[in-house]
């Protein structure tokens, strides 16, 4: 077997083909309307949530899993196995740039003091030496405190490829800020650690480059300009026979 002699030069452009960590977007949705309207009267809307929260991530950390295994007798004496009995999700963790309004502090504070706010029924007063909590049900259609869905979208700075994570069933478990203090002054952070049921990992997807080969699909096979093609694949109303979008 002949071994080929490369040049340096020609494995630069496969070592130059590597992801970044610099561009991803972070958004929250499915959150209950119990924990909606609680978060509203604490001053921090809905828009807030789903629109501006995730902008604010600063960095996060893409958690990984492994799989927890028991060992069992084998067919042969002496020999054991392995088998997998359960897959182990690690905790992920979320930094964000605290806002001037602090909506960012008030959005983790107030949503972990929701899961710990289920004894509005009692008359004790949480100033009270007596103050006890008692946690909400997780999954409670109106009042539960778990998020649907955390994605995770991690994207190149040419924003075609893409690598989504969806979390199912998040909420946090820790918040910590950064310390204040005078002398140098510095942006302020929040970090969050966040516990969920499982997360789905999605396949690495070409958006930009799969409407442009459906918008040339259509400029050779049905003759219509770039345009036009370009006004069909981004959502126009007509209907080419024979075209198949998906």
Known sequence: MTVSKKRITDYVSTIAHVAQTSHYQVFFSGLTG???????????????ILEESGLRCSSASIPGSSLATASINGNYMGV?????????????????????????????EFWMDY?????ETGNVRKSDAGYFYRMRYPRDRDNGYKCDKI????????????????????????FSSTPVQYGSSDVLRANVTFNYERYIAGKETSIDVARQEQIESIVDDYGRTPEEARRIVNGGNEVLIGFDPS
């Open 34 to 48: 119990g924990l909606t309207n609680f978060l509203e009267s604490k001053e921090v809307n809905n828009r807030f």
């Open 80 to 108: 054991q196995e392995k088998m997998v009995h359960s897959r182990i999700f690690t905790e992920m963790n979320l930094e964000f740039f605290v806002d001037r309004d602090y909506k960012i502090i008030k959005f983790f």
């Open 115 to 119: 899961i710990t706010n289920g004894s």
């Open 151 to 174: 994605k995770i979208i991690k994207f190149e700075p040419s924003y075609g490829k893409e690598l989504e994570y969806t979390f199912y069933g998040a909420f946090p478990i820790n």
